[in-house]
């Protein structure tokens, strides 16, 4: 019986993250091959389409080398756009720390009974679609649009091109659509935060700037980790975004890159390598995910 018992708890975890590795192999390892295969295969020569190539051995790495050639080689065509997006992304994702962390704070820690409010008021964005965010933003920002307006007070007349392929209109837009994904795990994660820990802090003479930066913000790490992940990594694939508030080739990200390769026939396969060079990327942050969850663990125990 003593025996039995470990057996049984050795072999039910497995079982737990069966549905959870069943869903990863589906959604992720399978989609991520079939891009693979389409990457390193052939074209057809008459219709255009791509000839995936399911045999690893029989691969052919002509598509991925024009990309990375052009990317890295002296006639870079490719590399401003991927310049562009790791320049927007980071910019956007640290404004969206700087706007989320604070509005966090606040509901985990002073809102009280209208806690639940402010959390349906943050959650309120993902019930609309955020191609009618976009289109909103489009809106306001048009030349005559409510936004000049405010700027001129009513009484000066402004026209400022926003959607005339502006960075910094493609950089807010990007803050505006991503911002709920940095707030919703920073709530999460401060609101775990003990408070019988930062009220020792504050007994033992810390001043409630120390407190926080001796004991909250350490401890919120982790969760500003994991906003950080979940906030940039959709932002390095979004091309909807610049497209509607921008349009112009001067501000694309390599988003646009892949969506225009998808639709030229005959170069799906560039596509496929810049969502490889998409996955490497997003390796480091994964990373340090990984890390801080780790770090986490050993703290904790």
């Known amino acids: 019986m003593a025996d039995g018992a470990p057996r049984r708890a050795h072999a039910l975890w497995p079982l737990l993250a069966l549905p959870g590795m069943v869903w990863l192999a589906v959604l992720f390892v399978a989609p991520m091959y079939v891009v693979l295969a389409i990457l390193f295969g052939g074209v057809d020569p008459i219709l255009r389409q791509p000839v995936p190539v399911w045999n690893p051995v029989e691969w052919d790495f002509t598509q991925f080398r024009f990309v990375w050639d052009h990317v890295v080689g002296p006639d870079a065509f490719f590399r401003p756009a991927l310049l562009r997006t790791v320049l927007y992304v980071g910019v956007a994702t640290l404004l969206c720390l700087v706007i ?43 030349t005559d649009g409510l ?90 694939g979004d091309y909807f975004t610049v497209d509607l508030l921008s349009g112009s080739p001067e501000t694309s990200m390599v988003g646009n890159l892949i969506n225009n390769s998808v639709l030229t026939p005959g170069q799906t396969g560039q596509a496929g390598a810049f969502v490889l060079l998409i996955l490497v990327v997003s390796v480091v942050p994964m990373v340090l995910y990984v890390r801080s969850t780790r770090s986490g663990s050993e703290v904790q125990s």
Do not use: C, K
């Open 147 to 236: 936004v000049n307006r405010a700027l001129g007070l009513g009484i000066l007349d402004v026209h400022v091109a926003w959607l005339n392929g502006r960075p910094t209109t493609v950089v807010l837009g990007l803050v505006y659509g991503y911002l709920p994904y940095m707030i919703l795990p920073l709530f999460a994660g401060l609101d775990r935060i003990p408070t019988d820990v930062q009220e020792a802090a504050r007994d033992l003479g810390a001043s409630r700037w120390e407190t926080f930066r001796r004991v909250t913000w350490p401890m919120s790490r982790p969760a500003i980790v994991v906003s950080l992940l979940i906030t940039s990594l959709p932002m390095l």
């Open 100 to 142: 989320g962390y604070p509005v966090a704070y606040f509901t985990a820690r002073f809102a009280g009974r209208w806690r639940g409010v402010l959390l349906a008021l943050l959650i309120a964005p993902f019930w609309i679609s955020y191609m009618m965010r976009m289109l909103a933003w489009v809106n306001l920002l048009q």
